[in-house]
C-alpha cells in the first residue's frame, strides 16, 4: 500500500526540510489539499514548483473547487501525477480529462454513494474516499467507510482506492486487509515524533488498537456459506468458485458456525481418495477445527491468535458470543502488499 504524505498538516512549514526528509524515507506520494475557497492559488502551485525542484516524488493534488476546469491548464504545464477532483463542490458541468502525464480521480465524501462512480468509471483511474472532513487535518475515520471500500472492490474492480482521513497505523493495518492501493496521512504522520516510525508502522505494524473486528469484517451477506444440512460437495466447490475467495464457511439450522472447506481441504481429499474422486464425502473435507475468532474482539487480539500459529492464516471466521456465524476477515490483499 503506498502512502501520500499530506505535506501541509506538517506544523514545520519548511518546505525544503520536510521534502528532504520525505525524500530520505522514499515516501510514494506528496499530498496538497487545494480548496480554492481557503488557499491562496499562486501559493500553492508556486510550492508544487519548488517541490518538483526538490524531489522526484510524485505529487497527489486534491482539488476542491465549484470550477476545477480553470485549473487544467496549471496540471498539464506543471505535470502533475495525480489529481483528484472533489465531486461534492462541483458547480460546473464537468468531465474528467485526458491528461498526458496524470492520473485522475474523484473524491466523495462519507455520505455520499458511491454509484456516483458509475458516471465517471470509463475516465479515472482511482477513487478517493474522503473519511473526514475534506482539506480539514487531525479529523476522526468514519467508520461507514469501511463498508464502502468492500462495495468498491466489488462493483468496480479496476478503479484503484485511495482514501483520506484520520489515517494511524491502525488504520493503515485495516486499509491492507481491506485491498486499499494508496492512504493519505496527514497529522499521525508529519506531525509525529519521527516520521521514519510513523511510516514503518503504516505500513507494516500496528501500535495500538480501537477498532473491533465487527466494524471491518466482511459481512456474512457477503461470505461464501453453505448450511451443512444441504452440503454437498458439488455445492461447496460451485460456493468456492462464485466467492472467489478460496473456502467455504458452513453452519447449522441455527446460524452456530460448524467448520470450513478451503481449497487446501479438497485437496487434500482429493489426494486421499483419488480413486474413488466421485464418491467422496463431505465430513471427510470439513475442518472442524479451523481458527476462530470473536467479533467483539480487537485487531491487537487477532493478531495474538495470528502469531500464535505455525502456518500462515489467510482467512478467520468470525463468530458472536452465541457461536453464531457473523463474517470472516481475509488477509489475501495484506499478504500481497507485503509481498
Known amino acids: ?51 518538483k525542484s526538490l524531489s522526484s516524488i510524485p505529487i497527489d493534488l ?3 473547487s465549484e470550477n476545477p476546469s480553470k485549473y487544467f491548464n496549471s496540471i498539464n504545464d506543471l505535470k502533475i501525477e495525480f489529481v483528484t477532483f472533489q465531486y461534492e463542490t462541483i458547480k460546473e458541468k464537468f468531465s474528467i480529462p485526458n491528461f498526458k502525464d496524470t492520473k485522475t480521480g474523484i473524491a466523495i465524501v462519507s455520505n455520499t454513494s458511491i454509484e456516483i462512480i458509475e458516471k465517471y468509471k470509463n475516465n479515472i483511474d482511482f477513487i478517493l474516499l474522503m473519511t473526514t472532513t475534506p482539506g480539514e487535518s487531525g479529523g476522526k475515520f468514519n467508520t461507514i467507510n469501511f463498508k464502502k471500500i468492500r462495495e468498491c472492490r466489488v462493483k468496480y474492480p479496476k478503479i484503484k482506492i485511495h482514501v483520506d482521513g484520520g489515517i494511524n497505523d491502525e488504520l493503515g493495518f485495516i486499509m491492507r486487509i481491506l485491498g486499499v492501493q494508496a492512504c493519505v496521512s496527514g497529522s499521525y504522520l508529519m506531525n509525529h515524533k519521527s516520521i521514519a516510525s510513523a511510516l514503518y508502522v503504516l505500513k507494516s505494524s500496528v501500535v495500538h ?15 461464501p456459506v453453505i448450511n451443512i444440512q444441504e452440503s454437498s460437495v458439488k455445492k461447496a466447490l460451485l460456493t468456492i468458485e462464485k466467492y472467489n475467495l478460496g473456502f467455504v464457511m458452513l453452519t447449522n439450522d441455527n446460524g452456530e458456525y460448524c467448520g470450513l472447506i478451503s481449497n487446501a481441504d479438497i485437496r487434500k481429499g482429493i489426494l486421499n481418495d483419488f480413486e474413488n474422486f466421485n464418491k467422496i464425502e463431505m465430513g471427510n473435507l470439513i475442518n ?7 467479533e467483539n474482539s480487537s485487531i ?20 458472536d458470543n452465541e457461536k453464531k456465524l457473523t463474517g470472516c476477515i481475509t488477509f489475501w490483499d495484506l499478504i500481497i502488499s507485503e509481498s
Open 1 to 51: 500500500m503506498k502512502i501520500s504524505a499530506s505535506i501541509y498538516s506538517s506544523s514545520n512549514k519548511n518546505i525544503e526540510e520536510n521534502i528532504r526528509i520525505l525524500n530520505e524515507l522514499n515516501i510514494d506520494m506528496i499530498h496538497i489539499d487545494f480548496n480554492d475557497n481557503k488557499s491562496d492559488k499562486e501559493k500553492i502551485f508556486s510550492d508544487i514548483k519548488k517541490i
Open 62 to 64: 486534491h482539488i476542491i
Open 209 to 223: 488498537s480501537e477498532y473491533i473486528l465487527k466494524d471491518f469484517m466482511i459481512n456474512l451477506e457477503e461470505c
Open 288 to 294: 472442524k477445527k479451523s481458527i476462530t475468532i470473536n
Open 300 to 319: 491487537g487480539e487477532m493478531l495474538k491468535i495470528i502469531q500464535k500459529n505455525d502456518f500462515i492464516i489467510s482467512f478467520i471466521p468470525i463468530i
